[in-house]
Every structure is written in C-alpha cells, then in structure tokens.
C-alpha cells in the first residue's frame, strides 16, 4: 500500500499549488462576479446577473473595449503571421546556415524585451515634436503627424509595437515547420521549372497548415489579453485610460479599471468571465476553421 501511495504523495506538492494558485482563483471570481464585493469590506452582497446585465446594457466603455480589441487583433494578427512568415523563409532560402542563427536572435530579441522599455522607445519614436518616425515624414514633405494624441494614430502606433514585439515567436513557430517539409518537393519543384514563388504558395503554405493554426490562435489569445503596451504607452503622458478618446482602451484595460481603480471587483469579474467567452468562442471558430478535411 505504501508503495502504491508513494507517487501521490511525491505529486501532491504540485496539485496542492495548482489548486491554490488556479482552481481557486477561477472558482473564486467567478463566485464574486455575481456579487458586489469592493475587494475590501467582508461582506459580499448577492446581485445575481445585475455585473452581466450592467457590462452589456448599461456599460458604454464595456462596449468600446471590444471594439478596440477586435479592431486591435484585425490589424496585428495578420502583421504577425505575415511577418513571422516572411522572415521565416527568407532565412531559410536566402540565408547562410553559418549566420542564419545570429539573424534569427536578432529578429527573436524583440519578443523577450520588456514592454516598459519597448512603451518608451515608441514613446520617444512617435513623439509629435521630436521623434524621429515624424522626423522622417518631414524629410519628405510629410506634415508631422499627432501619433499619441489621435484616435487611428494611436491604435497604428500600439500595432506596429505589438507585431514588431512578437512577430519573432511567429517566425520561430514557422522555422520549427519549415525544418520537417523534406528538402525533395522543392528539388522537384526545381526541377520542373517551378519559382521561388510558386514552391511557396503551391509546398510551403498547404505543408504548414497545422503550424498557422497554432501560431494564429495563440496570437490571437496574446493579442485579445492585450494590456502592458496600451497601459505602459500613455502612462505619464496626461492622456485618459486607454488612449486618447479610449481608442486603445482594450477588454484587460477596462477589466483592470473596473477591478483595481474602481475598487468594484464584482463587476470585473463579470467583465472578465465575458472576456474568457469571447477568447473561448474565438478560438474555437479558428480551429473549426484550420481543421483538416478528409
């Protein structure tokens, strides 16, 4: 008995942190948001679905982070992917394997940055007076443009930083894929006249199926979680929550605000449990869609 025990016992550390540190958490929030608990006080009233009924009916700023967020996603994912993509095979036919993984560290750097230093390099690249991206516009005749103080301006600069900041985990996804398509179909692609071109869109793309699915649905859960890079861009800029107009003010940011600035922890976690059905059924409409046919 002491010999079939044993193992459970060695494992036991793990769930009981698990437990604690997850199953809690999740059965605790979901438990508050039918509450309007302050986070402070002990007492938890019981609203039933008045946090639901508030974040879909009476929330105009619910209603805002969404549409920031999916409007966030369309313009980042496809960055990510064609991005991640390009490098990918660019540096696996132009490259040399002698240097090629000196280039691959380089364009992976970005992704292991911290988001406080990449929020201050954009700051000071897009700053309307002395960055240098309006520096550049001006070279060219270009008016200067008020990259952190407008609507579309800033939902641009917020995508440009989050595709140049994980663009390199696409292309690392994409390298992986690319090492298990045999060496033999391009040859005979070659063979037969077949471009550069051609193998791509007719080897490359079909063969790497399995990898877009994993690597546009994990993007668009990274992407839908978006808080750090509009949170720590505007931060010390005197511009509301979210941007200028709230036009960064994504799904985590609204959650966050509600929770943590507003002391009104029930609500958050009404907003957050709407949040985990959007990324649910969003994900499961990408694997619906990438699942192979007979």
Same mark, same amino acid.
């Given at each position: 008995? @002491? ?40 007492? @938890? ?5 008045? $946090? ?15 549409? $920031?967020?999916?409007? +966030? ?12 993509? +390009? ?12 240097? &090629? ?36 516009? $001006? ?10 103080? @407008? ?14 900041? $994980? ?15 045999? /060496?033999?179909?391009? /040859? ?20 790497? &199926? ?13 992407? +839908? ?31 966050? /605000? ?33 699942? /192979?046919?007979?």
């Amino acid at each position: 008995m @002491k010999r079939k025990l044993a193992p459970y016992f060695m494992i036991l550390p793990y769930f009981a942190a698990f437990a604690a540190f997850h199953i809690f958490p999740i059965v605790f929030s979901f438990f508050i948001s039918f509450t309007s608990w302050n986070g402070i006080s002990a007492a @938890k009233e019981f609203t039933g679905l008045a $946090n639901y009924v508030r974040a879909l009916t009476k929330d105009s700023f619910f209603f805002v982070s969404l549409k $920031n967020t999916l409007l +966030l996603t369309a313009l980042i994912i496809p960055g990510q992917v064609f991005m991640g993509l +390009l490098m990918a095979c660019l540096l696996k036919d132009f490259v040399g394997s002698r240097v &090629r993984g000196g280039f691959q560290l380089v364009n992976f750097l970005p992704y292991i940055t911290t988001s406080v230093a990449l929020a201050i390099i954009f700051q000071l690249m897009f700053d309307w007076k002395n960055g240098i991206v309006n520096g550049v516009l $001006n070279l060219f005749g270009i008016q200067s443009v008020y990259w952190l103080g @407008k609507g579309w301006p800033t939902r641009i600069v917020v995508a440009v930083m989050e595709v140049w900041k $994980n663009y390199g985990y696409a292309m690392i996804m994409y390298m992986a894929g690319l090492s298990t398509i045999p /060496e033999e179909l391009y /040859e005979a692609a070659r063979m037969d006249g077949a471009s550069w071109l051609k193998s791509f869109r007719y080897i490359t793309v079909p063969l790497l &199926r399995p990898i877009f699915a994993f690597t546009i649905t994990t993007s668009m859960i990274g992407v +839908l979680n978006l808080f750090d890079g509009p949170q720590l861009l505007f931060s010390g800029m005197n511009q509301p929550l979210g941007g200028p107009a709230r036009s960064v003010l994504t799904m985590m940011v609204r959650f966050y /605000e509600a929770s943590f600035l507003n002391f009104e922890f029930g609500y958050g976690s009404a907003i957050a449990y709407l949040f985990f059905l959007l990324v649910t059924v969003l994900s499961g409409l990408l694997v619906r869609l990438f699942r /192979e046919k007979d």
